[in-house]
C-alpha cells in the first residue's frame, strides 16, 4: 500500500513561488497517475492538475494553468507541484493523491484512492 506525505507549504506574498513535494513509500508509486488538490477553508476539495504513470501527460485546472507545473520523478518515489505567481486565492490545504488503476490524468477527486495528510499554503496580498 502506498503512503503519501507532502511537505514544502508556506506563508509567502502574492507573485511568490513555492515547490511543494509528495513522497510516497511502497513500490506502486510509479505504477499510477498522480493527482494535486486543494481545499480552502469553507470550500469543497478542487482539483489543482495531474500527472500520468509515465509523466509524459499532465493537465491543469484553467485557474493554475500556466502558473503551475507538476513534474515526478518516478525513481526517487515523488512527485512535485511547482507553483509560480501565487495569488491569494491560491491559499488552502494541497493534497496529493495516487489515482490507483489509471495511468492517466483526471480531476475526479473520487477516482483517487490513496491521499496524504496535506500541507498548508497560505498566500498574503
Known amino acids: 500500500q502506498v503512503q503519501l506525505v507532502e511537505s514544502g507549504g508556506g506563508l509567502l506574498q502574492a507573485g511568490g513561488s513555492l515547490r511543494l513535494s509528495c513522497a510516497a513509500s511502497?513500490?506502486?508509486?510509479?505504477?499510477?497517475?498522480m493527482g494535486w488538490f486543494r481545499q480552502a477553508p469553507g470550500e469543497e476539495r478542487e482539483f489543482v492538475g495531474a500527472i500520468s504513470r509515465s509523466g509524459t501527460s499532465t493537465s491543469y485546472a484553467d485557474s493554475v494553468k500556466g502558473r503551475f507545473t507538476i513534474s515526478r520523478e518516478n525513481a526517487k518515489n515523488t512527485a512535485y507541484l511547482q507553483m509560480n505567481n501565487l495569488k491569494p486565492e491560491d491559499t488552502a490545504v494541497y493534497y496529493c493523491?495516487?489515482?490507483?488503476?489509471?495511468?492517466?490524468?483526471?480531476?475526479?477527486?473520487?477516482?483517487?484512492?490513496?491521499w496524504g495528510q496535506g500541507t498548508q499554503v497560505t498566500v498574503s496580498s
Open positions: 493523491a495516487s489515482r490507483v488503476g489509471y495511468f492517466a490524468t483526471g480531476a475526479a477527486p473520487e477516482t483517487y484512492s490513496i
Open positions: 511502497g513500490r506502486t508509486f510509479s505504477s499510477y497517475a
